[in-house]
């Protein structure tokens, strides 16, 4: 028997956190990869989330969590903000959907596991579906210079210590174009 992909688009939420600029602009990466595959995105400020935003993440085949990593785990607004959509809990309105998560450090490690396994465990405590990047890329494969060059695949890691001030290194960006496109794809695959 053959399969083939359904029709069906897959919506996907990017409730991010920004300190100095950076995970923005990892959102933005990811949602262009996922928009590439036919997903919808909505990148969402939660320094401005709004009632709809909270609608958004709740219809959301999938929810992309995206914080700087500070001092190990997540930004303290972002912890706020976990904190605030643990009330989905009980009812379990967030349970099945796909979750990943990406994150920013200064430096190479800047202990960004860290962050990305509370990301997860939250995720697991929702009943989401974790995912991360699948890109072996730099260094294993020259030919794939600056992707996943943090070595994460619990979920995106990016780093700003080698780049002009209030940038995001281009591999970490086509990473998080990737890491969009593969969420896109199982997404869509799953609505199947």
Same mark, same amino acid.
């Given at each position: 028997m053959v399969r083939t992909m359904s029709n069906r688009t897959c919506? @996907?939420?990017?409730?991010y956190y920004s300190g100095a600029g950076h995970t =923005?602009?990892?959102?933005?990466?990811?949602?262009? *990869? #996922?928009?590439?595959?036919g997903a919808t995105s909505h990148i969402i400020d939660i320094e401005k989330i709004s009632?709809?935003?909270?609608?958004s993440l709740d219809r959301a085949d999938a929810i992309l969590f995206g914080t700087p990593t500070y001092m190990g785990s997540v930004a303290a607004a972002y912890a706020a903000f976990l904190e605030e959509?643990?009330?989905?809990?009980?009812?379990? @309105?967030?349970?099945?959907?796909?979750?990943?998560?990406?994150?920013? =450090?200064?430096f190479g490690s800047?202990?960004?596991? *860290? #962050?990305?396994?509370?990301?997860?465990?939250f995720a697991a405590q929702m009943g989401m579906i974790w995912t991360g990047p699948n890109d072996i890329g730099a260094p294993v494969f020259p030919a794939e210079p600056g992707i996943n060059a943090d070595g994460g695949w619990l979920g995106l890691m990016g780093s700003s210590v080698s780049t002009p001030?209030?940038?995001?290194?281009?591999?970490?960006?086509?990473?998080?174009?990737?890491?969009?496109?593969?969420?896109?794809?199982?997404?869509?695959?799953?609505?199947?």
């Open positions: 919506t @996907i939420a990017l409730p =923005a602009q990892i959102a933005t990466a990811i949602a262009d *990869g #996922a928009t590439a595959q009632a709809s935003d909270w609608a959509a643990g009330g989905r809990w009980m009812d379990q @309105i967030w349970a099945d959907k796909v979750a990943g998560g990406f994150t920013v =450090a200064t800047g202990d960004k596991l *860290g #962050a990305l396994q509370r990301l997860s465990i001030r209030g940038a995001v290194r281009p591999g970490d960006l086509e990473t998080g174009r990737r890491f969009g496109a593969r969420v896109a794809k199982l997404c869509m695959r799953m609505s199947d």
